[in-house]
């Protein structure tokens, strides 16, 4: 087998064009292969890398920008297999082969102890077993001072060195080539490079392409002369180093960890889209109440609106609404089931609490529960500093017999001593679906003033007796949003630094631990 190296089509200047200044760079441009391409029928990226002795990757990158043009070239692809030197071949070129460095190494004179040369040259083992057969060294097994080698030629030629230095670049007899191979000091490689022409609309002068569509470009109008580069959509991105928590989730695992060290389960809250009927309806929240307009809240509208609810409780919420019952005169309206019906973006997790606490009524036999959630809400919200269009919500909820406003209160201190907030305050509120309502407060050391942390109540009759709870169960809830205390904890005062396109994401990368009872 003759390997056939591809020289380049021109007649090439070797090595020298390295020596000359204008090459010692380590590139070439794709200026520099138009000007190349213009005076040739065609260039070869391998044969260009190795007459101007550059980096072939370089080359090859630098013709897919001209492809990127248009039709300034064609491009062809080559492939070729190639023999290319290890990295002990190279070493042998640079420092001549293992038999002759071993040959080198023994004294002309006296010859020397095989055990030292053994000792001192690297691969002796086979420069040895080399020179040996190749008849350049004697042994004398029964020397003083054990086995001892003697030069037993003047001069020798190392072929080896000699051969290796063609590789790639002249033919070298196979037999050698497969002697090299088994040494391992060459490889079989398979080039690929592209053979490039001249296009249809081939020039020298290539304007560099823009990569931004800049604000001044569409204003002034002077995009439409421009060239654009192409998105590469192949490309990698650079890949991150290693993912990292949000605040909002370490908070989040660790007020997770709170509810269940205090017993609670959590509820599944994997629906983002409600019915106005879960949201509010069987809230007991009259259809009319200004949250159900679409000022406060996102209307889905496709598709628009539920069919499929409990159709028994569905009356029976229609009546409450309408008349009242369970001792109530209810609000005195028309209840409409098309109000009802409309799909939106559910506005508080509550709506997931109203389904658990309707799935309890169903059962044969009460049992009580303790339930959390912490997920995601929306509401459309005017933004600023502190509020989003979206946000989480923590919420609790226990149902037992006959709890009292008292156990309302003993539960919220235990659990917001666990996140570390212990002087609380309760001020009466407002909320369709509970009576009573509080608003919880604590005192911030920090801000020196009493803040909101979290709202409450005692669920009203209307809504958990048309859901078939017993009359003496009694449902207890309170929520919270989660960004409040994320940004107390890590220092954040505008919410659009925490949630959002304008995260920093070094100060997720950097952001520390969350404890909540430091
Ligand atoms: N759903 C209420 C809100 O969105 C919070 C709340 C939950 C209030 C449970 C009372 C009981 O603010």
Same mark, same amino acid.
């Given at each position: 087998m003759r390997v056939k190296p591809r020289g380049p089509k021109q007649p090439r200047g070797s090595n020298k064009a390295v020596t000359t200044p204008k090459m010692a760079k380590t590139e070439?441009?794709?200026?520099?292969?138009?000007?190349l391409l213009e005076g040739r029928e065609t260039v070869d990226s391998y044969d260009l890398s190795q007459e101007f002795n550059k980096d072939h990757q370089q080359i090859i990158g630098a013709i897919k920008s001209l492809s990127s043009l248009g039709d300034v070239i064609v491009t062809e692809q080559r492939q070729f297999e190639q023999w290319v030197l290890t990295d002990e071949g190279s070493e042998v070129v640079r420092g001549g082969s293992h038999e002759a460095r071993v040959y080198h190494?023994?004294?002309?004179?006296?010859?020397?102890?095989?055990?030292?040369?053994? =000792?001192?040259?690297?691969?002796? =083992?086979?420069?040895?077993s080399k020179a040996m057969s190749g008849g350049w060294l004697s042994i004398d097994k029964k020397a003083e001072g054990g086995p001892r080698l003697h030069r037993k030629v003047k001069t020798i030629e190392d072929t080896v060195q000699a051969l290796l230095m063609k590789i790639g670049k002249e033919e070298v007899a196979s037999d050698q080539l497969k002697e090299f191979k088994k040494r391992k000091l060459i490889n079989n490689d398979v080039i690929k490079c592209l053979i490039v022409r001249k296009g249809r609309d081939f020039t020298t002068q290539i304007a560099k392409q823009d990569v931004n569509l800049t604000p001044e470009m569409i204003q002034s109008g002077s995009w439409k002369d421009k060239s654009f580069k192409e998105y590469n959509f192949d490309a990698l991105g650079v890949p991150p180093s290693t993912g990292h928590l949000h605040p909002l989730l370490k908070v989040r695992t660790e007020i997770r960890k709170i509810f269940l060290e205090m017993g609670f389960t959590e509820m599944p809250t994997n629906n983002f889209i409600e019915s106005s009927f879960w949201n509010f309806d069987a809230l007991f929240q009259p259809q009319q109440h200004p949250a159900r307009d679409a000022h406060d809240t996102f209307f889905i509208k496709d598709p628009p609106s539920s069919r499929d609810f409990p159709t028994d409780?569905?009356?029976?919420? =229609? =009546?409450?609404?309408?008349?009242?019952?369970?001792?109530s005169i209810g609000y005195q309206y028309d209840w409409k089931l098309e109000e009802a019906q409309k799909n939106i973006l559910r506005t508080h997790t509550t709506a997931v609490s109203a389904r658990m606490l309707y799935k309890i009524g169903q059962q044969e036999k009460f049992t009580p529960v303790?339930?959390?959630?912490?997920?995601?809400?929306?509401?459309? /919200?005017?933004?600023?500093?502190?509020?989003?269009?979206? %946000?989480?919500?923590?919420?609790?909820?226990?149902?037992?017999?006959?709890?009292?406003?008292?156990?309302?209160?003993?539960?919220?201190?235990?659990?917001?001593?666990?996140?570390?907030?212990?002087?609380?305050?309760?001020?009466?509120?407002?909320?369709?679906?509970? /009576?009573?309502?509080? &608003?919880? %407060?604590?005192?911030? &050391?920090g801000l020196k003033k009493w803040v909101e942390?979290?709202?409450?109540?005692?669920?009203?009759?209307?809504?958990?007796?048309?859901?078939?709870?017993?009359e003496d169960v009694t449902v207890i809830a309170w929520g919270l949003s989660? /960004?409040?205390?994320?940004?107390?904890?890590?220092?954040?005062?505008?919410?659009?630094?925490?949630?959002?396109?304008?995260?920093n994401l070094e100060m997720v990368h950097n952001n520390p631990l969350c404890r909540l009872d430091a």
């Open positions: 070439l441009s794709a200026e520099e292969i138009v000007k190494a023994v004294d002309p004179q006296h010859g020397s102890l095989q055990a030292d040369i053994m =000792k001192s040259v690297p691969n002796a =083992k086979i420069g040895f409780y569905l009356e029976r919420v =229609k =009546k409450t609404h309408e008349s009242g019952g369970y001792g303790k339930y959390f959630s912490i997920d995601r809400v929306f509401r459309n /919200e005017t933004l600023d500093a502190t509020h989003l269009a979206e %946000f989480h919500q923590i919420e609790g909820v226990v149902a037992d017999y006959n709890l009292t406003l008292g156990d309302l209160i003993g539960v919220l201190n235990a659990f917001f001593r666990k996140m570390g907030i212990t002087q609380l305050r309760f001020k009466p509120a407002y909320n369709p679906y509970t /009576e009573p309502s509080m &608003e919880v %407060f604590s005192y911030h &050391e942390v979290g709202n409450s109540g005692v669920f009203r009759p209307e809504m958990l007796l048309p859901m078939g709870l017993p989660l /960004e409040r205390p994320t940004m107390i904890k890590y220092g954040i005062s505008n919410i659009r630094e925490l949630v959002g396109h304008k995260v």
